[in-house]
């Protein structure tokens, strides 16, 4: 069968999550509320850091964009699956899976390197503090953001170009909630050797980049607390880490196990609860982490409440 561009297929058919009638209002529900926590929590953590002039550092611009990018990719999935539940038959054109696949593609792969550039941002204000303002210039930190959405948008495209070099010629049931590589791949009627090998590649190319760049800052401030001793500061100093590293862990432990290891080993059930976990957990959770676990943005946050209650309170 010839491979190209065009393609008999015009629409595809999301499975979802459960083809059971009688769970679908209960799970709309359920994912409708995880949706508005995970648009509150993301546009409460980004209109706090942006009104709050303490929270006006490279680390907090840093969760401002990781922020953003969580609420895009929720956003990018969770409206079309809750839409599935309404309709009862959840299709999607073409062209519209297409640019599901690439967005998603984009987002997830920032977040990866968001989350490395923050643990890098971590490593230079615990071991190089004086250095600190030098190093995280505003120049700098803008063009570590520019290169991160530059290498998302750089791996959807190839991803996606991937697959529309790929051709759907009867079967159109997609047996997933939202347009992923691998289930699409699974739908072909071409030849998936070189999709196969680009998502094992790219996957392990960016999650060895993320790891090292991860790891290896994480090993020097392990390093440098030990140097500090046990005290106060190298308490205060693993303190500022924490909410990160539980992001770390929930995000590339969630993506690891869903894109690092044979599709054949899989189970269609399996790979759609790891990829639920990663799509519309994950984005849900971050702003509780670092809103939370952060005695700076608690704090920054009681100062606006106390604010807006005095003034409101000045009116009457």
């Not at 989350?115 to 063009?143: K, N, Q």
């Not at 001793?229 to 690891?256: D, E, P, Y």
């Not at 939370?292 to 409101?312: P, T």
Request: with cysteine; charged share 10%; aromatic share 12%.
């Amino acid at each position: 069968m010839a491979t190209g561009n065009h393609s008999p297929v015009t629409e595809f058919i999301l499975v979802g999550l459960t083809e059971r009638p009688d769970l679908q209002l209960p799970l709309f529900l359920l994912f409708l509320g995880i949706f508005v926590v995970t648009a509150a929590g993301n546009l409460g953590l980004i209109t706090l850091i942006r009104l709050s002039a303490p929270l006006h550092t490279p680390m907090y611009f840093f969760l401002t964009n990781l922020s953003f990018i969580d609420l895009c990719y929720s956003s990018v999935i969770t409206p079309k699956m809750l839409a599935g539940f309404v309709e009862g038959t959840n299709s999607i054109s073409y062209p519209a899976c297409m640019a599901q696949l690439y967005f998603f593609v984009f987002f997830v792969i920032a977040e990866g390197f968001m989350l490395t550039v923050m643990a890098y941002d971590r490593y230079v204000a615990i071991c190089h503090p004086l250095l600190y303002g030098t190093v995280m210039s505003p120049r700098a930190c803008s063009v570590l953001v520019a290169g991160v959405y530059i290498t998302g948008s750089l791996c959807a495209a190839v991803h996606t170009a991937c697959v529309l070099r790929l051709s759907f010629c009867r079967k159109n049931v997609i047996n997933h909630y939202f347009c992923d590589i691998r289930p699409l791949l699974a739908l072909s009627c071409s030849r998936t050797d070189i999709n196969d090998l680009v998502v094992f590649a790219s996957g392990g190319f960016n999650m060895a980049v993320t790891g090292v760049g991860i790891l290896s800052s994480y090993a020097r401030i392990l390093a440098c607390v030990l140097h500090i001793g046990s005290g106060r500061g190298g308490v205060k100093a693993l303190g500022t880490c924490s909410s990160h590293i539980m992001a770390v862990v929930l995000f590339f432990g969630s993506g690891g196990f869903t894109y690092l290891k044979p599709s054949s080993g899989e189970s269609p059930g399996e790979g759609r609860v790891s990829s639920l976990f990663y799509t519309t957990v994950v984005p849900m959770l971050n702003p509780l982490i670092y809103s939370l676990r952060n005695q700076n943005v608690r704090d920054a946050l009681r100062k606006i409440l106390r604010r807006n209650v005095f003034s409101g309170l000045d009116r009457y």
